[in-house]
Structures are given as structure tokens and as C-alpha cells.
């Protein structure tokens, strides 16, 4: 069967940015920052993101890229042996299950992003009735949240369906564009509102107090959870990516892309806290910065309320920019199920869409109506652990197990002039030994295992 490709460098770098750049970046990154010491987070955050996130982007891209599989194949054309063989079953398997369990909660948040989005137009309308179903969703009446998820999964599922060319690289060239757009146009607007500058002020000068372990180790998930790594969704991608491009260059652009919005994000979010506070809506609980949902669900619509009727545009442009940053990354998760689907059971691509997508729908239907016990469970396990966990089973098969000289020509391949680099001197080395050993240590940590 023909396996689909990318069109263009743009095309994969719209589709790669659209992946890493999500709720992540401008929803998890700025309430982290707020929460956690302003610019001291930042600038951890930039560190591991380099030191760490970076490296192990790359593994899954050239691993993607040389096998041209999806994540089971792709290990498992890399073993050499009847130990590496059954790593690479672990290690794909575990990619796909954990693809899958981050879809199936990150569809619940995009899904309550959609149903924000639709307030502005029931208050044109005047649909009050309306506006109070939109915004009552809530653990104990989760039926809008259930209706919000299963629209957002089938937008999702009707991308995909469309294959690469078609469906990701098209909907990721038109939406990210829109993104930037979205989120400068917002950030200017926010600047002349009083109260901005001392939002401004929170976000960039650092308060090295806070840092220690806790502020490492949620740097490091956040860097590993924006450039959607551990799971083989950059492996994949980069499967679709021809040979000719310069590797390191192109994982290099896309950290970049990533870091950037989530930075300018910052820009945004953190001063209009501030403008809310301004305005006289209440920002502290418990003496820390409110931050996670109520940030985003309440305080920000309390801020939109208060700008009177151009608040409504406000608004709307908001939770759209939340809803495309949602969507592209989502249709990067579906596809680590649908890739195996399609290339180990040779289902077409509409049928592996189906399957993977209502079976993650049944999951986040089950975590809808348990959401107090789920969510946070489910959200933990799949982002702390699992991703790291795999993240350094990926350093670990492009290390050990891949055979040197051919790792090297695979990424030269289609740019020579890798193979005198800076990075090519550091990074084999690097991947096999400090990634796994790094990513082992912090996870470690987080277990407690040292006491
Ligand atoms: N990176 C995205 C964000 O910042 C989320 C994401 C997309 C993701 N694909 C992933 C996270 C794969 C982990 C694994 O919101």
C-alpha cells in the first residue's frame, strides 16, 4: 500500500507545529508559570526544553523518518534481537495506549473550549437558556460536557479520516496561521487594558525562590507534554517527511515554534489576569494566583463580561484560539492509533478512524461520568509517566539498539552537511547515554524512590 507523505516543508512544519503547540502551550504553560514563580519557571522551562525535550524530538523523528512506519513497525524494524523485539512491542504498544489515553481527557478540555466558544453567539441570539446549558457543565451534570466531547472527537476523526496530505497538512496549514493571528491580535488588546503591566511584570521578572524539585520536575513534563513526545506521535509524523530535509534544522525550528507560542501565549494570559484584577474580579485563592480551569472557565469570562459588548468578540476570538490549538493537536494523537491500525491489520483508513475513535470516545465517555476519580488519574498517568517512561524507551532504541553508522547516514541523509555538525558530535552520544539516564532520574524522583 502507498504510504502518504507531507507535500512540502511547510506543510510538515504547520502540521508538526500544530501537534506541539496546544492547550499545553497557551493553557498548562502560562497557569504553570503563574503559579510557580513567573520567570523562574520560564527560564527552567527553556533550559530542560533544550537540554532534554529537544534530544529526544529528534530520536522520534529520525526514527520515524528512517523507518517510515507507524510506531510498532518502526521499533520494531529498528530491533535486532529476540530481547529488542519484545522491547519494541512494549515500547509501540505503550505508545498507542498512551496516544490514546491523552486524547481521551484532552478531548473533555477542548470540548468544554468549544462550548465557551459558542457563549458569544448565545448572547447575540439571546438565547439565555442557551447560554446557561453552555456554561453549566459540571461533574455532577456532566450531559453538556459528554455532548461538547463527542463534537470534538468527530471533527477530530473527520480529519483523519482524510489522510495526510488531505486532512492534516491541509486543516494544519489553514488553522495555524489563523492561530498566530488569533492569539497577536488578542495579546494587543489586552496590552491597553489597565491593569496589563503588572500582569507583565508577574510573568518576566523572575522569583528564583521557588525554585527546587517540584518547579524541575513540572518543567520537564510540560516540556516533554508540548512537543508531544513519548507516546510516537513525532515519530510518526516524521515518517510522512521525505528524505531530503535537514533533520536537526527542522526539529530545531519546531522547539522553537513551540517555545515561542507558548511564550507569546504568556503574553497573553498572565496580564489579562491582572486586567480581571483591574476590573474587580477576585484573582487569589488561598493566597496563590488562581490558576487551571477556573482561570481559563472563570476568571477569563468574568474579564470578557466586564468589556461590555466588544467583550463578546473578545471572547469569541479567545476560545477559538483555544479550539484550533485543541484541534491540531488532537488529530496528531489519533493518528498514533490509526497508523498502526491501517499498516499491522491493513484496515483502510476510514475504518481504522472509526475504531480508534469511537473506542478513545467510549474511554472519555467513561471518564466524562467518573470525572472526579478519572480525570486527574488518567491525566497523571499518561503525562507524568508514561511519556517520560517512553519517552527514554525511544533515546534508549536510538542508542543501543540502532547500529551507529547507519543512524548517522539516516540523518544525513538528504543533507550531507549534517555529518560535520556540532550536533552531530554531541547528539549520539548524548541520546544514549544523559537523555535515558536524565529522564530516568526525574521520574525517579517523582516516585518518591529515593525517599
Ligand atoms: N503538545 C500538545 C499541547 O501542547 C499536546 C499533544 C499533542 C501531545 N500530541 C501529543 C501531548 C502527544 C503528548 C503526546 O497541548
Not at 491489520?345 to 470516545?361: D, E, M, P, Y
Request: proline residues 4%; neutral net charge.
Amino acid at each position: 500500500m502507498q504510504r502518504g507523505q507531507f507535500s512540502s516543508r511547510f506543510g510538515f512544519l504547520m502540521a508538526a507545529a500544530g501537534s506541539a503547540v496546544g492547550l499545553g502551550n497557551i493553557w498548562s504553560f502560562p497557569t504553570n508559570t503563574a503559579e510557580s514563580g513567573g520567570g523562574a519557571f520560564v527560564l527552567v522551562y527553556l533550559v530542560l526544553t533544550f537540554l532534554l525535550a529537544y534530544p529526544a524530538l529528534m530520536a522520534e523523528l529520525t526514527i520515524g523518518r528512517h523507518t517510515q512506519s507507524n510506531v510498532v513497525g518502526a521499533l520494531d524494524k529498528l530491533a535486532t534481537g529476540p530481547f529488542s523485539r519484545i522491547a519494541a512491542k512494549f515500547v509501540g504498544l505503550g505508545g498507542v495506549l498512551t496516544a490514546s489515553m491523552i486524547l481521551s481527557f484532552y478531548a473533555i478540555v477542548a470540548g468544554w473550549m468549544l462550548s465557551y466558544l459558542l457563549v458569544p453567539v448565545a448572547q447575540v441570539t439571546g438565547a439565555t437558556g442557551a447560554e446557561a446549558w453552555l456554561t453549566g457543565g459540571s461533574p455532577a451534570n456532566p450531559g453538556n460536557w459528554w455532548f461538547f466531547t463527542a463534537i470534538f472527537a468527530a471533527l477530530t476523526m473527520m480529519i483523519i479520516g482524510k489522510g495526510i496530505e488531505n486532512g492534516i497538512e491541509k486543516w494544519s496549514s489553514r488553522l495555524m496561521p489563523s492561530l498566530l493571528g488569533l492569539l497577536i491580535a488578542l495579546i494587543i488588546y489586552v496590552m491597553m487594558q489597565p491593569g496589563a503591566m503588572k500582569g507583565l511584570q508577574v510573568y518576566l521578572v523572575p522569583n528564583f525562590d521557588h525554585i527546587g524539585p517540584n518547579l524541575i520536575l513540572s518543567a520537564l513534563g510540560q516540556a516533554f507534554f508540548s512537543l508531544s513526545l513519548g507516546v510516537g506521535t513525532m515519530l510518526v509524523y516524521g515518517s510522512y517527511l521525505s528524505k531530503q530535509e535537514n533533520l536537526p534544522k527542522l526539529g530545531a525550528s519546531l522547539a522553537l515554534i513551540d517555545v515561542g507560542i507558548a511564550f507569546t501565549a504568556g503574553l497573553l494570559i498572565i496580564p489579562a489576569l491582572f486586567v480581571a484584577e483591574a476590573a474587580g474580579t477576585e484573582i487569589y485563592a488561598d493566597g496563590s494566583l488562581i490558576a487551571g480551569p477556573d482561570l481559563i472557565l472563570q476568571v477569563l469570562p468574568k474579564l470578557f463580561e466586564s468589556m461590555g459588548s466588544i467583550g463578546m468578540l473578545v471572547s469569541f476570538a479567545f476560545f477559538a484560539l483555544m479550539s484550533i490549538a485543541a484541534l491540531t493537536s488532537s488529530i496528531s494523537m489519533l493518528e498514533v492509533p490509526v497508523s498502526y491500525l491501517i499498516e499491522r491489520f491493513g484496515l483502510s483508513r476510514n475504518r481504522a478512524t472509526q475504531i480508534a475513535g469511537s473506542l478513545i470516545l467510549a474511554f472519555s465517555s467513561l471518564i466524562v461520568f467518573n470525572f472526579a476519580s478519572l480525570f486527574g488519574l488518567v491525566a497523571d498517568l499518561a503525562t507524568v509517566y508514561f511519556e517520560p517512561l517512553l519517552g527514554a524507551g525511544f533515546c534508549i532504541f536510538v542508542g543501543w539498539i540502532w547500529n551507529r553508522n547507519s543512524l548517522i547516514n539516516s540523518i544525513a541523509e538528504g543533507a550531507p552537511e549534517v555529518k560535520d555538525s556540532l550536533f552531530m558530535k554531541i547528539w549520539p552520544t548524548y541520546v544514549k547515554f544523559f537523555c535515558p539516564a536524565l529522564i530516568l532520574l526525574v521520574l525517579a524522583q517523582t516516585l518518591n524512590l529515593f525517599g
